[in-house]
């Protein structure tokens, strides 16, 4: 027979038990919630923010679908479309660039795609040489980062994070270390002051938000012009020489690049993707010492090296092509880039034409948000009415200085057009019209 003071104590034990677990479950949830909303999500639609977006889309692919990648900086990321080349070239690829993307942070998102993917060529642009370590900011560290599934590159990658920022002159700083390390597995050491910025988008996904149409590429719709041609960049050589600085550590790691593509039996390709300006006002235009600097490297690590500017030189239109003065292309320049840069693949590698459901699903969204972005960076009255008329729900509304075009099926506005004194168009806000309608036009899809 059961004492009943043992059995009172039994009960006692197992409820303190059961507080101190409920206690624990509770707290581990209130702790992942806070964590979850106070970490960057990187996910808005179209956008340089949109690595979560587009890395979760590459990473939740279909295996061994994809037989070229893009990476490198925000040069990649504006200026190729794999979906152009798909239409152009039925070439399945994808765009891995980032914003100011170190070498360290390539190297990472190789070895993670290696995991899942078989691509027979990885084409780098030679950009990323020329990154000064002295002025990466951890922000280009963590977009791609906070974006990668955990897995051993992640861990790696966490290592070498750390390490950069820990080794100063006076020493290595073993705090520092610590923290940056442990604040990849969990976020909310480097984000819990980030209560301040918080939006909406933090906290709900935008419903359509997930429909993503661009492998990668962020579709510019922006235009500045670059005010210079390519022989006028080059007119001081002397002050170019002093901005094609190859840092070692970026060839060295460049070399790790190299034989990690050989051991998955892929072919690296090094190019550029132009950049016009003076480095006066953009130290990263791509001038002819830069060019001469990364060629020489590639020849020295015994890797392709195929020049857009220079060795194939491509026509780009300095006044309507870029969309920030130079520096990157818009949605016409990439558009050319892409054309330029497929044509290349097809004929110098061996790869097969093939068909990708996920492409051939998403090509409807991709033809309609391009043919928006082509709309407004058209600069002719006459060639944009023309063009308006593919727009079935677009209806024109005359301004006292120019005019605005709304989408009657969505409700919302896709242009704001300025008319200037000589005829041409002037496009305001185009970018974020464009996105507007983006997450519009996918809620009106799901419908």
Same mark, same amino acid.
């Given at each position: 027979?059961?004492?009943?003071?043992?059995?009172?104590?039994?009960?006692?034990?197992?409820?303190? !038990?059961?507080?101190?677990?409920?206690?624990?479950?509770?707290?581990?949830? #209130? $702790?992942? #919630?806070?964590?979850?909303?106070?970490?960057?999500?990187?996910?808005?639609?179209?956008? +340089?923010?949109?690595?979560?977006?587009?890395?979760? &889309?590459?990473?939740?692919?279909?295996?061994?679908?994809? *037989?070229?990648?893009?990476?490198?900086?925000?040069?990649?990321?504006?200026?190729?479309? @794999?979906?152009?080349?798909?239409?152009?070239?039925? !070439?399945?690829?994808?765009?891995?660039?980032?914003?100011?993307? @170190?070498?360290?942070?390539?190297?990472?998102?190789?070895?993670?795609?290696?995991?899942?993917?078989?691509?027979?060529?990885?084409?780098?642009?030679?950009?990323? #040489?020329?990154?000064?370590?002295?002025? +990466?900011?951890?922000?280009?560290?963590?977009?791609?980062?906070? %974006?990668?599934?955990?897995?051993?590159?992640?861990?790696?990658?966490?290592?070498?994070?750390?390490?950069?920022?820990?080794?100063?002159?006076?020493? $290595?700083?073993?705090?520092?270390?610590?923290?940056?390390?442990? %604040?990849?597995?969990?976020?909310?050491?480097?984000?819990?002051?980030? =209560?301040?910025?918080?939006?909406?988008?933090?906290?709900?996904?935008? @419903? &359509?938000?997930?429909? =993503?149409?661009?492998?990668? =590429?962020?579709?510019?719709?922006?235009?500045?012009?670059?005010?210079?041609?390519?022989?006028?960049?080059?007119?001081?050589?002397?002050?170019? +020489?002093?901005?094609?600085?190859?840092?070692?550590?970026?060839?060295?790691?460049?070399?790790?690049?190299?034989?990690l593509c050989e051991e998955h039996n892929?072919?690296?390709?090094?190019?550029?993707?132009?950049?016009?300006?003076?480095?006066?006002? =953009?130290?990263?235009?791509?001038?002819?010492?830069?060019?001469?600097?990364?060629?020489?490297?590639?020849?020295?690590?015994?890797?392709?090296?195929?020049?857009?500017?220079?060795?194939?030189?491509?026509?780009?239109?300095?006044?309507?092509? $870029?969309?920030?003065?130079?520096?990157?292309?818009?949605?016409?320049?990439?558009?050319?880039?892409?054309?330029?840069?497929?044509?290349?693949?097809?004929?110098?590698?061996?790869?097969?034409?093939?068909?990708?459901?996920?492409? *051939?699903?998403?090509?409807?969204?991709?033809?309609?948000?391009?043919?928006?972005?082509? #709309?407004?960076?058209?600069?002719?009255?006459?060639?944009?009415?023309?063009?308006?008329?593919?727009?079935?729900?677009?209806?024109?509304?005359?301004t006292q200085k120019g005019f605005v075009?709304?989408?009657?099926?969505?409700?919302?506005?896709?242009?704001?057009?300025?008319?200037?004194?000589? &005829?041409?168009?002037?496009?305001?806000?185009?970018?974020?019209?464009?996105?507007?309608?983006?997450?519009?036009?996918?809620?009106?899809?799901?419908?």
């Amino acid at each position: 027979m059961t004492n009943p003071n043992q059995q009172k104590l039994n009960d006692t034990s197992k409820g303190k !038990l059961r507080n101190v677990l409920s206690f624990f479950v509770v707290g581990a949830l #209130l $702790f992942a #919630l806070v964590q979850s909303l106070l970490t960057p999500v990187w996910n808005y639609p179209n956008s +340089e923010d949109n690595l979560s977006y587009s890395y979760d &889309g590459f990473f939740s692919s279909e295996k061994n679908i994809y *037989d070229v990648l893009f990476i490198g900086t925000s040069h990649v990321l504006y200026g190729i479309s @794999p979906m152009e080349i798909y239409k152009n070239n039925q !070439l399945v690829t994808y765009n891995l660039g980032t914003s100011g993307q @170190p070498m360290d942070a390539t190297l990472a998102t190789l070895e993670e795609a290696f995991e899942s993917q078989s691509p027979k060529v990885v084409v780098l642009d030679a950009s990323s #040489l020329f990154i000064d370590e002295e002025h +990466e900011l951890d922000s280009m560290w963590r977009f791609v980062m906070d %974006s990668m599934p955990f897995g051993m590159a992640k861990i790696k990658y966490a290592h070498t994070y750390a390490m950069f920022f820990a080794e100063h002159e006076e020493g $290595f700083d073993l705090n520092e270390y610590t923290q940056r390390f442990a %604040s990849v597995f969990l976020p909310i050491i480097e984000f819990h002051d980030r =209560y301040d910025e918080l939006n909406s988008n933090d906290i709900w996904d935008n @419903p &359509g938000l997930k429909e =993503y149409y661009m492998a990668g =590429y962020f579709l510019q719709s922006f235009h500045e012009s670059s005010g210079v041609t390519l022989d006028e960049m080059n007119k001081n050589p002397v002050k170019n +020489e002093a901005y094609a600085k190859v840092y070692d550590h970026n060839v060295e790691v460049l070399k790790e690049i190299k034989r990690l593509c050989e051991e998955h039996n892929a072919q690296l390709l090094l190019t550029k993707i132009p950049s016009i300006h003076t480095v006066k006002w =953009y130290t990263g235009a791509w001038t002819l010492q830069r060019y001469q600097a990364a060629k020489k490297v590639a020849m020295e690590c015994d890797i392709t090296y195929f020049d857009l500017l220079y060795d194939g030189r491509m026509e780009i239109d300095v006044e309507h092509d $870029f969309t920030d003065g130079g520096a990157h292309l818009n949605y016409l320049g990439a558009k050319k880039v892409s054309k330029y840069l497929g044509d290349y693949l097809f004929s110098h590698y061996e790869l097969n034409k093939k068909t990708c459901e996920s492409f *051939d699903n998403h090509m409807e969204g991709y033809d309609t948000l391009t043919q928006l972005a082509t #709309l407004q960076l058209t600069f002719d009255r006459d060639d944009y009415e023309s063009k308006l008329q593919q727009f079935e729900t677009f209806e024109l509304k005359e301004t006292q200085k120019g005019f605005v075009v709304e989408d009657s099926a969505t409700g919302q506005m896709v242009d704001k057009v300025t008319i200037q004194k000589d &005829g041409t168009l002037k496009h305001k806000d185009g970018l974020f019209l464009l996105e507007d309608y983006w997450l519009a036009y996918a809620k009106e899809k799901q419908k």
